[in-house]
C-alpha cells in the first residue's frame, strides 16, 4: 500500500546517491571546503603589550623566594617568550604587573610532601587589570616530582600551551604525575 511517506533511512540513501551523481559529473572541478576562519583571542590578549610572569612559590616552611622561585620564574618567563608577540619579563607583584595593556601571568607553586617525597603543584593564571579582559577557567594543575627537573620542565610548557594564545596545541594536554614516564 503506498502512502507516498517514505522512512528517514530511504530518503538518506537517496540524497547520498544524488550527490555521489552530481559528484561524479563534476570529477577535477570540485571545490574544496573552505578554510576555518582563523579564532579571535580572548578580551584578556586583544591590544597585549607586555606579557609579565610574576611567582609565588608556598613551602611548609613558608614562601620561598630562593632557588625554587628562581628557577620556576626563570623557566616560565623563558618558555612564555617563545613566539611572544610582545616583551615578556619576570615583574614582582605590584605596580608594573597592573600597568595598562600588560598581561601578568600568575604563576602559583606549592611544594608539599606526598609519600615521603616533595611534590610541586603548579598553576597558572593570566590577569589583566582591566575591565571585561577576565578569564574565567585557566589550565589545569600539574603536580611533578619536586626533584626531576625535566618533568618540571614539561609542566611549564604544558600550563604555558593550554594559557598562551601564540603556544596552543605545542605541547600534548594531560597531567605530569611524579614518576610518569616522559612525554613524546
Given at each position: 500500500m503506498a502512502t507516498g511517506y517514505r522512512s528517514g533511512a530511504g530518503i538518506a540513501?537517496?540524497?547520498?546517491?544524488?550527490?555521489?551523481a552530481v559528484?561524479?559529473?563534476?570529477?577535477?572541478?570540485?571545490?574544496?571546503?573552505?578554510?576555518?576562519?582563523?579564532?579571535?583571542p580572548a578580551a584578556i590578549w586583544q591590544d597585549m603589550t607586555a606579557l609579565g610572569v610574576t611567582c609565588?612559590?608556598?613551602?611548609?616552611?613558608?614562601v620561598d623566594t630562593g632557588a625554587l622561585h628562581d628557577r620556576l620564574c626563570a623557566a616560565f618567563t623563558r618558555q612564555a617568550a617563545r613566539g611572544a608577540p610582545v616583551p615578556v619579563a619576570a615583574t614582582p607583584l605590584g605596580?608594573?604587573?597592573?600597568?595598562?595593556g600588560r598581561v601578568t601571568l600568575l604563576v602559583q607553586a606549592t611544594v608539599a610532601p606526598v609519600n615521603g617525597a616533595d611534590?610541586?603543584?603548579l598553576t597558572l593564571r593570566p590577569f589583566r587589570n582591566s575591565t571585561g579582559a577576565g578569564q574565567f577557567f585557566a589550565a589545569a594543575p600539574r603536580i611533578?616530582?619536586?626533584?626531576?627537573?625535566?618533568?618540571?620542565?614539561?609542566?611549564?610548557?604544558?600550563?604555558?600551551?593550554?594559557t598562551l594564545p601564540w603556544q596552543a596545541g605545542a605541547v600534548r594536554r594531560g597531567?605530569?604525575?611524579?614518576?610518569?614516564?616522559?612525554?613524546?
Amino acid at each position: 500500500m503506498a502512502t507516498g511517506y517514505r522512512s528517514g533511512a530511504g530518503i538518506a540513501a537517496a540524497s547520498s546517491l544524488a550527490l555521489l551523481a552530481v559528484d561524479a559529473g563534476a570529477g577535477a572541478t570540485a571545490v574544496p571546503p573552505p578554510a576555518p576562519a582563523p579564532a579571535t583571542p580572548a578580551a584578556i590578549w586583544q591590544d597585549m603589550t607586555a606579557l609579565g610572569v610574576t611567582c609565588l612559590v608556598h613551602t611548609p616552611r613558608g614562601v620561598d623566594t630562593g632557588a625554587l622561585h628562581d628557577r620556576l620564574c626563570a623557566a616560565f618567563t623563558r618558555q612564555a617568550a617563545r613566539g611572544a608577540p610582545v616583551p615578556v619579563a619576570a615583574t614582582p607583584l605590584g605596580g608594573a604587573a597592573l600597568a595598562a595593556g600588560r598581561v601578568t601571568l600568575l604563576v602559583q607553586a606549592t611544594v608539599a610532601p606526598v609519600n615521603g617525597a616533595d611534590a610541586i603543584a603548579l598553576t597558572l593564571r593570566p590577569f589583566r587589570n582591566s575591565t571585561g579582559a577576565g578569564q574565567f577557567f585557566a589550565a589545569a594543575p600539574r603536580i611533578v616530582a619536586a626533584g626531576d627537573a625535566a618533568a618540571l620542565d614539561r609542566a611549564v610548557a604544558g600550563l604555558l600551551a593550554d594559557t598562551l594564545p601564540w603556544q596552543a596545541g605545542a605541547v600534548r594536554r594531560g597531567r605530569t604525575l611524579p614518576g610518569a614516564p616522559p612525554r613524546s
